[in-house]
């Protein structure tokens, strides 16, 4: 049995019934045959069973929410703000995917024509993530359900029953029996999913568990699409007006409560303005409410899993040891929850394990630095590469250096920032792959070439 547990009680919400390797086996079967009426089908038929599941889920937003809220700590008014907001992706991808599945005439002359349609994928798995799993798992349900596969999803077993919302809904919606399966349980019910031939994994969570994944699919050709989180950097420039940069970088370093992958987790700035900077940024810091999730002043609740608790009091640990200072000595609190109030570090170096390895929680470290290019030298100084942003009231500065990161996003003057308009990708250790944009539509279909010729 899974215990689904509330990170700010520490009480048991629920208990489910984990998947054993024989109902994934089943499920995937029963998706098989499902997903061949359903790719053929129209688009259309498609879109009008999505655009129901949408009104369903925009009908439940409140207690959505909550059961969110519950299970792993996000307040409740953040939790609201995810899912509308995963609402609008939900539109763009209904918008926008026919479109992207359009049969393509690339070459045209006397007899002969050339063209290109699209075949779904089949049916893939999407072992999806805990942080922001509206936002997450539907980035990979929407489109391949619109492009007609089939899919296998296993919410994290932190938000199990978000997971069973969204199962519950889409069933309501319309879906064919068996198309959308989920399954529910930890590592052991991940790696009964990369047992079975799947035509693609779609997976969003930790390095460690998605190099884990791959070697377990092994030399299996299949589609693979790995988000594996971040050490994002900020460079703040010394032309910058301190008041807004500060606030927007301590949301982009805290906003639920540092747990997302492109949360801001290092920052350097300028030392014109380094002294100022910490000053300012410490003082905005300091105020946010830390506290009860349904509490509607609250901005961070606790930390959805206990154990991260102790990897921060470890990079907190080894950067002290390493000379560097805690500027405002947030850390963990006394009583029931796993509740962590922000940590800021500054003399800080990339001797230090907080500027190096993933902290995903709300500590930042804010370290001086002489000039641009030495800016440029830390922020490509990791094996990750989601985010880089560079504040500054020069486009074409802030061009230079954004062109040099080695990042699948850069931002000029904002963070901690995702568009459906844009492809959400990776590079080094962050992963492989793209969802979100029409490249990341593009990633649920199979090109088929198409050489025409009239007969004389």
């Avoid at 086996?25 to 038929?45: I, P």
């Avoid at 927007?248 to 906003?255: C, E, I, P, S, T």
């Avoid at 850390?331 to 929850?337: C, E």
Wanted: proline content about 5%; overall charge negative.
């Amino acid at each position: 049995m899974l215990k689904i547990i509330n990170p700010a009680t520490e009480q048991l919400i629920a208990e489910k019934s984990t998947s054993s390797l024989v109902d994934v086996k089943h499920a995937f079967r029963l998706a098989v045959q499902a997903q061949r009426d359903w790719g053929s089908c129209n688009f259309r038929q498609r879109a009008q069973v999505i655009c129901t599941f949408r009104q369903l889920l925009a009908g439940e937003i409140d207690a959505a929410a909550c059961t969110l809220s519950a299970e792993m700590g996000k307040p409740v008014h953040q939790a609201k703000s995810e899912i509308s907001a995963a609402l609008a992706r939900v539109d763009w991808f209904l918008q926008h995917t026919e479109d992207v599945m359009a049969v393509r005439t690339v070459y045209e002359q006397g007899p002969l024509c050339e063209q290109i349609s699209f075949d779904p994928l089949g049916v893939i798995a999407n072992i999806s993530a805990w942080n922001f799993p509206y936002f997450v798992g539907l980035n990979v349900i929407i489109p391949a359900l619109l492009t007609g596969s089939g899919v296998l999803y296993k919410p994290s077993e932190l938000t199990t029953l978000t997971g069973l919302t969204l199962d519950r809904l889409l069933q309501q919606a319309g879906l064919p029996v068996g198309l959308f399966q989920t399954l529910v349980g930890g590592a052991e019910v991940g790696a009964y999913v990369t047992q079975i031939p799947v035509d693609g994994m779609f997976f969003t969570g930790s390095v460690a568990t998605g190099m884990k994944i791959s070697a377990q699919l092994g030399a299996r050709l299949l589609v693979r699409n790995m988000e594996l989180g971040g050490k994002d950097p900020v460079y703040v420039c010394e032309d910058v007006d301190l008041v807004p940069v500060v606030e927007a970088l301590v949301d982009g370093a805290f906003y639920n409560a540092g747990q997302s992958c492109c949360s801001v987790e290092r920052i350097y700035v300028h030392e014109a303005i380094y002294e100022d900077f910490v000053v300012a940024f410490v003082e905005v810091a300091s105020k946010l409410q830390v506290g009860d999730p349904s509490d509607g002043a609250t901005y961070m609740g606790p930390l959805a899993r206990r154990q991260q608790m102790d990897l921060l009091d470890a990079q907190v640990e080894d950067a002290v040891q390493k000379k560097a200072k805690i500027v405002l000595h947030g850390g963990p609190r006394r009583g029931p929850g796993y509740f962590y109030a922000p940590m800021v570090l500054s003399e800080v170096n990339h001797d230090m394990a907080v500027m190096r390895e993933e902290s995903f929680g709300p500590i930042v470290g804010i370290q001086k630095v002489a000039n641009d290019d030495q800016a440029v030298c830390h922020m490509n100084d990791t094996d990750m590469g989601l985010t880089a942003a560079v504040y500054s009231c020069e486009q074409a500065r802030a061009y230079n250096i954004l062109q040099q990161m080695s990042s699948g996003s850069v931002y000029w003057n904002c963070c901690d920032r995702v568009s459906p308009h844009l492809p959400w990708s990776g590079r080094k250790n962050s992963g492989i792959g793209a969802t979100l944009s029409t490249l990341g539509v593009q990633a649920f279909l199979r090109p088929k070439a198409w050489h025409l010729r009239v007969p004389n």
